[in-house]
């Protein structure tokens, strides 16, 4: 981060850090969304913060704050905000093409609750990260996740990636066996090169990112998630190691 906001400033353009996995991380002691430049958050269900949907913009820009919040609401006038409360007005004006992007009352509520848990509840995924290392790290067939000096991980994802060249079957086949298991897992994720849209509207072939093409197709995130038991932790280390063993070359 430290590295972007210099080049963005050396060369005057705005930086904005999508942090939709990030809450609550923080970098050499600095918390996410404070380290000087507008921060854009998911409270989607998997998040560790979780709103069902939605999420927050974050900005010490006053005039930034003011027109996200108009624009997030069909750019109406902002008195249109209390139109609704006692002393409110029925009249409001629309001044800008805006959009519906607001976060809804209930859903605030929810997050609001969720803000009150978000240490413990990140502090929970990281116990559990922290087990499926310790399992994981010396089985050859898995690689886990590098942990940063200095950096506090929020665990929204716990992605290992597996040798393929000591397993005899791939990736699909590997997450197959985990599904029968009972264990769910997911990819995070496909290269945006591989996509219909982006190879369409702007050319990409194949090969013409070698590294995510090289990483894609050995990535496994296993389940992580605060109210998981150590029993189900267990099971999927047990999972985990049970197919390496069965398909090891």
């Known amino acids: 981060m430290e590295a972007l906001l210099a080049i963005a400033a050396e060369y005057e353009v705005k930086e904005v850090d999508d942090a939709a996995h990030a809450l609550p991380a923080s970098i050499g002691g600095r918390r996410i969304g404070a380290m000087g430049c507008p921060t854009a958050f998911s409270f989607y269900a998997t998040k560790t913060l979780t709103t069902a949907?939605?999420?927050?913009?974050?900005?010490?820009?006053?005039?930034?704050?003011?027109?996200?919040?108009?624009?997030?609401?069909?750019g109406i006038s902002r008195d249109a905000w209390k139109r609704y409360a006692?002393?409110?007005?029925?009249?409001?004006?629309?001044v800008e093409a805006g959009y519906k992007y607001n976060l809804t009352d209930i859903a605030a509520a929810l997050g609001r609750v969720q803000l009150r848990r978000v240490e413990a509840m990140r502090d929970r995924r990281r116990t559990i990260a922290a087990c499926y290392h310790r399992e994981l790290a010396s089985v050859p067939e898995t690689e886990v996740p590098l942990i940063?000096?200095?950096?506090?991980?929020?665990?929204?994802?716990?992605?290992?990636?597996?040798?393929?060249?000591?397993?005899?079957i791939d990736r699909g086949r590997f997450m197959e066996e985990l599904r029968r298991r009972q264990i769910g897992?997911?990819?995070?994720?496909?290269?945006?090169?591989?996509?219909?849209?982006?190879?369409?509207?702007?050319?990409?072939?194949?090969?013409?990112?070698?590294?995510?093409?090289?990483?894609?197709?050995?990535?496994?995130?296993?389940?992580?998630?605060?109210?998981?038991?150590?029993d189900d932790v267990g099971a999927v280390v047990a999972a985990v190691t049970e197919i390496v063993w069965e398909f090891r070359v």
């Open 148 to 168: 940063r000096e200095g950096v506090e991980h929020a665990w929204h994802l716990y992605p290992v990636r597996l040798h393929l060249d000591r397993l005899c």
């Open 53 to 74: 949907e939605g999420g927050m913009f974050c900005t010490d820009d006053d005039s930034l704050a003011d027109r996200v919040r108009l624009m997030s609401l069909h």
């Open 86 to 94: 006692a002393d409110g007005s029925w009249f409001y004006e629309v």
């Open 185 to 230: 897992a997911s990819v995070h994720f496909i290269p945006l090169h591989q996509q219909p849209f982006y190879a369409r509207r702007y050319g990409y072939r194949a090969n013409d990112f070698p590294v995510a093409e090289t990483e894609y197709p050995r990535l496994v995130s296993l389940p992580i998630y605060s109210r998981m038991s150590e």
